[in-house]
């Protein structure tokens, strides 16, 4: 073993060969013990031994962190494993090889694969260094960044085995071949929810009934799985008054937790869920929905995770509103009835009924709904109909202590009564128009003018009432003597006057009344300019006739006058006197007694 203080530093061998066979090798291999077959007398035994110096170098193998060696780390930082390899000696180490690549959840970043000596190759991971002399280190950087989704994971990175060379590692001791980083896990969520309005009953307006469809679409925003998603609608947030959404997954998920469901979500995957919600009328005189959703779950660890939803954006939070704009609208229809009290025939002092139904035709409840009759649209001369509540409608509007409330389709109904004046029945019809008024839910006044049959709208017509009246006239003729020479008796030259007693015995005013007579002579004097039914004027018309020879040979004068008079509408109405000194009493053509005045002589 010259040159050498040890023989562990000697690879020996050795031959052995028997020179009575001829030289024959009878043993060989390495050692420093020998085996020899079985020897006999005469053997000529030589064994030759060879020592080889065996060049030996102590690789120390380690595995550190670099960049400040902080464990744990989020998702996104960058890590550094540094990997050295000393050679402890003594001999230098030839053609060293190790392996070693990135490990899963981390990214290559700037600077993987840097080594101080040697060539390494990313995607084997394999390093090869041509020598290391005793007391020198090489040193191999492996840089990544870590994933999005690896929160809560432990990244290990592990050489798989020592290095190997041309030289003898005669131990392991010292290796340190294995390095764990701690991602810490930061689980987060995301719900977008919107929703769209349906016309269910497909009437052309927002109403009781009509749907709310939600869509709900919930986002894991963190860096780990989410286990068992689950969404509930939250009443303290819901201003709706008719069933609370219950929301059901439409789409997406996964079961990543083996408990046979799919409601867990991997990173930066999402599901959909769906809900629907059927309006009130409460929720249609709010003129809006509004409901946030809670998203609750657990990441692998269990610890709780949720999220409140946003309409547009899952990084938010803020309720989904619903707008609604429901059409407030009433519909007043007003009719009428004359009462001509016990004698049935039309009068000044007669009176019309009036009755009002106001419905309301929109879809949110409109408020303390009365009835008034504007005086810019009543024709009649007395005084306005007061319409009064009688029946229908509610209390809605809490505790305002009417009963005068319509919700969509109700109706409410009033009632007035009118007196006639003689000017009404004079003009033959009462025209007016009624409004029914209130307030929507917002406090905007809704109103609608009356129509005289239908509740539609645009149907807006006035109430007209006719008063239908007959004009009548009679005419009464009185004759009295005029002794005008005085003698007491009479004869040609003498005088008789008539006196006129003109009754309306209609129920229309008559105007331009006139008196004439057919007899040659009578004189007429005067005109009524006007005469109001019930009335008999016996002053403004008189006539005079101035008898005759003949008048004195008939021994009499008989005559009758006729009267005309003009009503509010239509043709004159006549009449033909009657003598009320007569008792006959022969019907005229109205029926009226029309017996001729005969002054006898």
């Given at each position: 073993f010259a040159g050498t203080a040890s023989a562990a530093n000697y690879t020996t061998t050795y031959a052995c060969t028997n020179a009575l066979a001829g030289g024959t090798t009878i043993a060989s291999g390495s050692g420093t013990s020998i085996t020899t077959p079985a020897l006999v007398a005469g053997d000529n035994i030589t064994c030759t031994f060879t020592n080889t110096y065996r060049n030996t170098a102590n690789l120390v193998t380690t595995k550190t962190l670099g960049a400040g060696g902080v464990s744990p780390v989020n998702a996104g930082d960058t890590v550094t494993f540094l990997i050295t390899v000393n050679n402890a000696g003594p001999g230098t180490a030839r053609n060293v090889s190790l392996t070693d690549v990135l490990p899963a959840g981390l990214t290559a970043a700037a600077g993987n694969g840097a080594v101080t000596a040697g060539t390494y190759v990313p995607a084997t991971g394999v390093w090869t260094i041509p020598s290391i002399a005793p007391g020198v280190s090489r040193t191999l950087t492996l840089v990544g960044t870590v994933n999005a989704d690896q929160g809560g994971v432990t990244i290990t990175n592990t050489i798989p085995a020592a290095p190997t060379a041309d030289t003898t590692d005669p131990t392991t001791?010292?290796?340190?071949?294995?390095?764990?980083?701690?991602?810490?896990?930061?689980?987060?969520?995301?719900?977008?929810?919107?929703?769209?309005?349906?016309?269910?009953?497909?009437?052309?307006?927002?109403d009781?009934?009509?749907?709310?469809?939600?869509?709900?679409t919930v986002t894991n925003r963190g860096n780990t799985r989410l286990d068992d998603v689950v969404l509930t609608e939250q009443a303290a947030n819901f201003t709706g008054t008719g069933t609370l959404p219950a929301p059901v997954r439409t789409a997406g998920g996964a079961d990543l937790d083996g408990q046979a469901d799919a409601f867990d979500l991997a990173f930066g995957a999402s599901m959909t869920f769906s809900a629907t919600y059927t309006l009130t009328q409460a929720d249609v005189d709010a003129g809006s929905v509004s409901n946030q959703v809670l998203a609750d779950a657990t990441d692998p660890a269990g610890t709780p995770v949720s999220d409140r939803s946003h309409p547009t954006d899952p990084a938010a939070a803020a309720p989904t509103v619903t707008p609604l704009t429901p059409v407030s609208s009433l519909g007043t229809v007003k009719t009428s009835s004359v009462n001509t009290g016990a004698d049935s025939v039309l009068n000044a002092g007669d009176s019309i009924t009036y009755s009002y139904v106001v419905t309301n035709t929109g879809a949110t409840t409109v408020f303390n709904v009365a009835v008034t009759e504007p005086a810019a649209n009543f024709t009649g001369t007395g005084t306005d109909p007061v319409p009064a509540y009688v029946s229908g409608g509610g209390d809605y509007d809490t505790g305002a202590g009417t009963a005068t409330d319509l919700r969509p389709g109700e109706t409410v109904s009033f009632g007035a009564t009118y007196i006639l004046t003689q000017a009404d029945i004079d003009a033959g019809s009462v025209s007016n128009q009624a409004l029914g008024a209130g307030t929507n839910p917002g406090g905007q006044p809704v109103s609608d003018p009356s129509d005289d049959t239908s509740p539609n709208a645009g149907q807006n017509d006035p109430t007209v009432t006719p008063l239908v009246a007959t004009p009548r006239i009679e005419l009464e003729k009185a004759a009295s003597f005029v002794d005008v020479n005085g003698n007491g008796r009479a004869d040609a030259g003498d005088r008789i006057t008539y006196a006129f007693a003109v009754e309306n015995t209609g129920a229309v005013t008559l105007t331009n009344i006139s008196v004439t007579d057919p007899l040659v002579g009578v004189s007429v004097s005067g005109t009524i300019a006007s005469l109001a039914p019930g009335i008999t004027d016996s002053t403004s018309i008189t006539a005079s006739y101035t008898l005759t020879q003949d008048d004195m040979n008939a021994s009499r004068v008989t005559n009758q006058a006729t009267v005309s008079g003009t009503p509010p509408s239509g043709p004159p109405v006549t009449d033909q006197s009657d003598d009320p000194n007569d008792t006959t009493n022969i019907p005229d053509s109205n029926g009226d007694p029309g017996d001729p005045t005969v002054f006898r002589l």
């Open positions: 001791t010292g290796d340190d071949l294995t390095e764990t980083v701690v991602v810490t896990a930061a689980p987060a969520m995301g719900v977008v929810k919107t929703s769209v309005y349906s016309d269910l009953n497909a009437n052309g307006r927002q009781a009934g009509d749907r709310i469809t939600y869509s709900y």
